[in-house]
């Protein structure tokens, strides 16, 4: 199992519509070989530094699937207006990649 993780600091007042972007795209991940689940995730706000944390969190069976997803026309496709929000981004997003360590 492969966990990938994008953490986003989002500016207070953009949380509602950061949480309709991902709503309102078409990523297809339930296409690709080896997605098993997608879940968006809000953290707490941060006031003193001005943004609200969210973690996009998907599963995969293996790390080569997801690697593969990164390769994809359909990777592509859904990144494609990604630009179009910088407003509401405090900084680029923070990936973070994690394989199970089995018997754990």
């Given at each position: 199992m492969f966990v990938a993780m994008n953490r986003f600091r989002i500016a207070i007042g953009h949380e509602e519509a950061f949480e309709a972007v991902w709503k309102g795209r078409d990523s297809s991940l339930s296409e690709m070989p080896g997605f098993v689940s997608f879940h968006l995730l809000r953290g707490d706000s941060v006031?003193?530094?001005g943004y609200t944390l969210f973690a996009s969190n998907s599963v995969w069976k293996d790390k080569d699937?997801?690697?593969?997803?990164?390769?994809?026309?359909?990777?592509?496709?859904?990144?494609?207006?990604?630009?179009?929000?910088r407003a509401m981004y405090?900084?680029?997003?923070?990936?973070?990649?994690?394989?199970?360590?089995?018997?754990?």
């Open positions: 006031p003193e530094e699937s997801f690697s593969a997803w990164t390769k994809s026309e359909n990777f592509r496709a859904a990144h494609k207006n990604a630009g179009e929000n405090l900084g680029p997003p923070k990936f973070e990649g994690f394989s199970a360590v089995e018997g754990a």
